[in-house]
């Protein structure tokens, strides 16, 4: 075994790491779920991002924003599968016939994931840097753009959420929210 062990860190730097952990995690967790991440999802890819940045500790320069890139990516893959699951499971339901009765409602809080996920991935992404309080500028080095491209998908996000919303607001039962 290596004087870095299996994970990477040199043994010296771990209470580092530890402290990192510590502080980042819940931000990273929190920020995949303002793109739209359940509770699960965020956590599952916080995770795996973190056991990556583990193993490459010694040399990172900027862990808090590359963690947040390595989740975001996790996230997006598994989401995407499970995208795709879903559209076969709705398609196979379709097809069997219709919805039984009984089903309940899903409930303000899925509501606003489900409207959340209907943004590009993308503009999620910048929407849950902008909400996590990084600058346009900050979030274009993260994402490897330029900072106006950060501004428009942000500008793209906002105006897709308001659609959103009034497209759910119209429907019988969605909240009234107050525009202003």
Request: charged share 25%.
């Amino acid at each position: 075994m290596s004087p870095r062990g299996d994970h990477g860190a040199v043994p010296a730097e771990l209470p580092v790491f530890a402290a990192f952990f510590t502080a980042e995690y819940p931000r990273v967790v929190h920020s995949l779920m303002r793109a739209g991440a359940t509770y699960e999802e965020a956590e599952d890819a916080a995770q795996d991002a973190m056991q990556e940045l583990l193993r490459n500790w010694p040399g990172c320069k900027s862990p808090a924003g590359w963690v947040r890139k390595v989740a975001w990516h996790a996230y997006c893959k598994k989401a995407e599968r499970n995208r795709r699951r879903l559209a076969l499971e709705s398609r196979s339901a379709r097809l069997s016939g219709p919805a039984s009765p009984d089903r309940a409602e899903p409930d303000e809080h899925e509501k606003v994931l489900e409207i959340l996920r209907g943004l590009p991935p993308r503009q999620g992404q910048v929407l849950a840097l902008h909400l996590d309080g990084y600058s346009a500028q900050e979030t274009a080095e993260l994402l490897s753009v330029k900072a106006s491209t950060v501004r428009s998908n942000l500008r793209h996000a906002i105006a897709t959420l308001r659609s959103l919303l009034d497209n759910y607001e119209g429907q019988e039962g969605g909240p009234r929210v107050r525009k202003g």
